[in-house]
Structure formats: C-alpha cells, structure tokens
C-alpha cells in the first residue's frame, strides 16, 4: 500500500530564513513524488517531481527536494522564504500513475 | 489556454438534492480526475478516467457517479446529497495515467455545501 505522511501541520519561518517541509513515503515499488502548492482558494501548482534521474530535484521558485530512498523521505526546501511562499504544500506518491496519494498538507507562514 | 475549468465555483444544496459539477480541459489530455479536499485530510481521488469512454473507482467513490462526456470533458453527479459531501471539489488532468512521472493539472475548485 502507499501512502504518504507530512510530518509537520504547519510551519512557520521568518522572511529570509531557510524553509523544510517533510515528507515520508510508503510505497511498494519504486513511487513517483511530487510536491504541490495550493495558494489560499486556489487550484494546485506542481512544483517539483522525483524522475529518478537524479535524487536532487530543483523546482519552481527556488524550490528543491531530496529523493532518500533509505530513509523513504522526500523533503522539501528553500533556501530564503519569501513572503509569497505563504501556502499549503502538499506531497504526493503515486506507483502506477493512476492514483494518487496526497499527504494532509503542509501550512506555511511567513513571518515578515 | 484556459487550463482546466470547473462550474460552478460555489454551490449550495439541501440534503437530498441533486447537482452535477462540471470540468473541461483544453490540453487534449487523456486522463481526468476528480478529487475532494477536507480540512486536515489532504486531497482523495473520487474517480478518474484513464480515458475517453472508462472511469474507475478512487478512494472515496460511494455517493457519486461521474461522466467522461467526450475527452474534453467529466462530469461529477451528486445523485441525493448529504452533508458529508460538503467539500471543496478538484478535477485534474493529465496527459496520459500509469505513466511514471505523470503530473496532474488542477482546477480553481468547487466549494460545495450541503445543508
């Protein structure tokens, strides 16, 4: 079965300072990630996707997340958060790219 | 491009009424996807339509029937509301399912609620 787990409700970060988001994984097989943001009453923005071509995934906004199938985790970073990164961010796996698991969501505040 | 389009944005039902939510997508797309989001749980696939002419149970399919009217469109019936189905409701699209990698496009969302 797969599943996903983000293992923070919600975070908050002063403006400038770095940003985590976690992210644990279960899945069978080798799983697709990706990570979504959902600004407030907005759709879903993809930011970034695990391909397995590389376990250092760089997404949109200076966004980045590290595949570590060792420790089934997927989590998401940012250097210097900036006040726009207020959001819900979600992780998500999928294994046979039918379906698709969502975590519970990440809130993200930023503090100015 | 428009994306993917749903109607209506909001909508409020009394228990026992019927309503259909409606999604487009203009990216000639194969796959699509409806999903509800509730506070504290994340997004859970309703049913999808890997494409034109199937549709296939989700998580969380009792309640619903859905429609994959021509390959730009599914349709999300609500046949006897209850307020259980209070919800914001998602579709997505993507180019094909049961690929690797296969990135989902969504909607703006409808917010539903039942009385």
């Known amino acids: 079965a797969q599943s996903v787990t983000q293992l923070d409700s919600h975070v908050s970060v002063s403006e400038g300072t770095p940003v985590l988001l976690r992210c644990n994984y279960s899945?069978?097989?080798?799983?697709?990630l990706f990570w979504y943001v959902q600004h407030p009453n907005k759709g879903l923005q993809l930011l970034l996707k695990?391909?397995?071509?590389?376990?250092l995934v760089k997404g949109i906004n200076g966004f980045e997340a590290e595949f570590k199938k060792s420790e089934t985790s997927f989590h998401l970073t940012k250097p210097s958060a900036h006040m726009s990164d207020a959001a819900e961010y979600f992780c998500v796996v999928s294994e046979t790219g039918n379906q698709f698991y969502f975590g519970t969501g990440t809130s993200l505040t930023v503090i100015p | 491009n428009a994306g993917v389009t749903q109607t209506p944005k909001f909508q409020v039902l009394k228990t026992g009424q019927s309503m259909t939510l409606q999604c487009a997508q203009d990216m000639n797309h194969n796959s699509m996807y409806w999903y509800r989001q509730d506070p504290g749980m994340g997004l859970r696939l309703i049913y999808y339509?890997?494409?034109?002419?199937?549709?296939d149970k989700g998580e969380v399919p009792n309640g619903y029937n859905v429609s994959r009217l021509n390959k730009r469109e599914f349709s999300l019936r609500l046949e006897s509301a209850a307020p259980s189905q209070t919800s914001v409701y998602f579709c997505?699209?993507?180019?094909?399912?049961?690929?690797?990698?296969?990135?989902?496009?969504f909607g703006p969302g409808t917010r539903l609620t039942v009385l």
């Open positions: 695990y391909t397995s071509a590389a376990t």
């Open positions: 997505a699209s993507s180019v094909f399912s049961g690929l690797p990698y296969n990135e989902q496009f």
């Open positions: 339509s890997a494409s034109e002419g199937t549709t």
């Open positions: 899945s069978s097989y080798s799983p697709s």
